[in-house]
């Protein structure tokens, strides 16, 4: 975390405090000494960390904004869902194809434990492999366009193990500065020298390599297909450019631009006319296009080789539960079989960030790919922003700090191929009308939003 952010995150918690003292003299603020006798040292609620959750929780009393996170959805989350027995129109599903609960791949899924049971129970490499996973790396291999992949049973931790044993301290990782959390995590697993450059800057990633490149045994850049959090894309092209001068791999997460990008929804590589070959290690995840769990690496032959003998979250964690990776290679077959869906998703992304222009509203630098935030500026806001528009009708769930620096707290709309114009219309409306009320609003909320 940069101290930029830190420093952030300690003003909003020092206004968050500010206004509780004024407004509620009976709340107390709560302790942050050190533990003094007794138990204490052994209550995780003393610890500053929690302290901070304990301000959130007590703003949201107080001002009766609901908790947005870990709402608790009834049934499936589609393009609608139902929380609390209500039904709401869902802007907050990675589901990008709409292929979760699709009747092939619950077909496959149940197929696969009738066959092999819920769990292969331990690694691969010990307790063996089943059709389910040979299967599905060579899906994940055909549609990434590479000799073959690998499945791990997570993505995020596909990210950390991975970069974590193929880089170590004599090495050089460049990366985008809004890069998703498991690749910093396996960035600082492998204690390579790690430098981010400001999103998208191929000049800032061509400083970082001329001026570091030389002291370094091998060199990373790594990218997101689809930025997660902006909905925006790198120029693939150029970064091949550079990882060939200077000598490095690249690697591309395609967590969000699978089913998002390329008018099959093969991703970056197709969206942009690249060939696949040209980048040495692409990571994607099973979990939302693919409607799964887990992740892989697509490369070439040899990388694959080495990772299942040599990645600790292959070779020392559990093989993919059977129907998951059947589920996940059935999912492949009908995004393959059925490319409308990557068309709606397309149209239904680009007239969400129109719409969302044409009023005013401020989507940094999407491009209605799939991914397309409406940035607020700050947190309580954002938070408030999601509370009401879940009492009008609409799930759409914050992104607010630690997630992104304080001033570019957000609300993230993910749409699918699912969504209907209606739906897109009538929440952008919302948007555009219960914003500038938050915005000149509420004392309390204005106090700690510090406006
Ligand atoms: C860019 C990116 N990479 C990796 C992951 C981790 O994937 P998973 O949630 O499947 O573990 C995510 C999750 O949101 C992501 O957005």
């Known amino acids: 975390m940069t101290p930029q952010r830190s420093n952030a995150a300690q003003e909003t918690v020092d206004r968050v405090r500010q206004a509780l003292g004024q407004s509620t003299a009976s709340q107390g603020r709560p302790g942050s000494g050190p533990a003094t006798g007794g138990r204490r040292e052994f209550d995780f ?34 393009n609608t869902t139902s929380i609390d027995g209500r039904t709401v129109t869902n802007f907050s599903s990675y589901d990008y194809l709409g292929l979760n609960g699709h009747p092939d791949i619950a077909a496959a899924a ?27 790396e060579a899906a994940l291999a055909r549609l990434s366009g590479t000799e073959d992949a ?14 974590g044993e193929l880089l170590g301290p004599e090495d050089l990782i460049v990366a985008d500065a809004v ?51 902006d909905g925006d894309v790198p120029d693939l092209a150029g970064l091949i450019k550079l990882k060939r001068r200077y000598n490095a791999w690249l690697m591309v997460d395609e967590a969000h631009a699978t089913g998002a990008l390329g008018h099959t929804g093969r991703g970056v590589a197709e969206e942009q006319g690249v060939d696949p070959a040209e980048v040495e ?26 990772l299942k003998y040599t990645s600790p ?15 996940a290679t059935a999912a492949i077959d009908v995004m393959m079989r059925e490319p409308w869906r990557a068309a709606a998703l397309r149209r239904n992304g680009r007239a969400l960030l129109e719409k969302a222009k044409a009023r005013g509203l401020d989507t940094g630098l999407s491009i209605g790919a ?19 528009l879940l009492e009008r009708g ?26 209907t114009p209606e739906q897109i219309d009538t929440v952008i409306e919302a948007v555009a009308e219960e914003l500038p009320k938050i915005r000149s609003g509420s004392s309390f909320v204005s106090t700690i939003a510090g406006r």
Not at 150 to 163: E, P, Y
Request: proline letters at 4%; a positive charge; hydrophobic letters at 45%.
């Open 281 to 306: 290690i692409w990571m994607g995840t099973l979990s939302k296009t693919l409607a799964a769990a887990g992740g892989y690496i697509a490369g070439s032959r040899a990388l694959i080789e080495l």
């Open 45 to 78: 609620t003393t610890l500053p960390e929690y302290e901070i959750l304990k301000i959130w929780k007590a703003v949201g009393d107080i001002t009766r904004i609901g908790n947005p996170f870990y709402r608790l959805h009834d049934g499936r989350a589609g």
């Open 394 to 419: 609409f799930n759409v769930v914050p992104a607010v700090f630690p997630g992104v620096a304080e001033n570019q707290a957000r609300l993230r709309f993910f749409a699918t191929s699912e969504h």
């Open 179 to 229: 890069i998703h959390n498991s690749i910093v995590e396996g960035a600082k697993l492998s204690g390579a020298k790690r430098i981010l450059c400001p999103h998208n800057d191929l000049d800032a990633f061509e400083r970082a390599l001329r001026l570091n490149r030389a002291r370094y045994r091998r060199a990373l850049i790594v990218v997101e297909g689809l930025y997660g959090m």
């Open 370 to 388: 799939s991914v397309v935030p409406v940035i607020v500026g700050n947190s309580p806001q954002t938070v408030v922003l999601s509370e009401r």
């Open 150 to 163: 690998i499945a791990f049973v997570s993505g995020h931790g596909t990210n950390v193990s991975v970069i």
């Open 313 to 327: 979250g292959f070779v020392f964690s559990v093989g993919l539960s059977p129907p998951v990776a059947a589920a």
């Open 110 to 136: 149940k197929d696969a434990i009738d066959r092999f049971g819920t769990s292969v129970s331990a690694s691969r490499l010990s307790a063996g492999e089943r059709q389910v996973h040979r299967d599905l």
